[in-house]
Each structure stands twice: as C-alpha cells, then as structure tokens.
C-alpha cells in the first residue's frame, strides 16, 4: 500500500494489524467519508491547477481547501 495511504487511512481511524504491518483493520471508528475526503484532497494538491483540474476536482466533489 502506497505509503500516504496508509496515512491517511490512519488519519481516519484504520489501525495496524499486529501479525501484517501491511494491512489495515478498520471499525466503527473508522471514517470512510473522512477517508475519501483526504484522498480528494490529495489528488486536488498532486495536480495543482493544471489546466483547471484542481478546480475541476473541488466543483465535482465540493471540496474546499
């Protein structure tokens, strides 16, 4: 898994198995809505404003920065 996902699957309440660092366990606390935000959130900021895309992405899914 790429390594900022794991992060942000952190941010967003996944946690580590103990036997597979690999893998992430998630639960009632984990946000999946939380989850996909940040991952919007991070394609808005890889692309920048490339040709309008970052605006693109924010109208598409009415997400501020």
Known sequence: MNQRIQQLALESGAWHQVYDQKRFMVDS?????????????????????????????????????
């Open 29 to 65: 606390n984990f946000d999946v809505e939380r989850f996909a935000e940040l991952i919007v959130r991070e394609c808005i900021n890889a692309t920048g404003n490339c040709a309008g895309t970052g605006d693109m992405i924010k109208e598409h899914f009415g997400v501020e920065l």
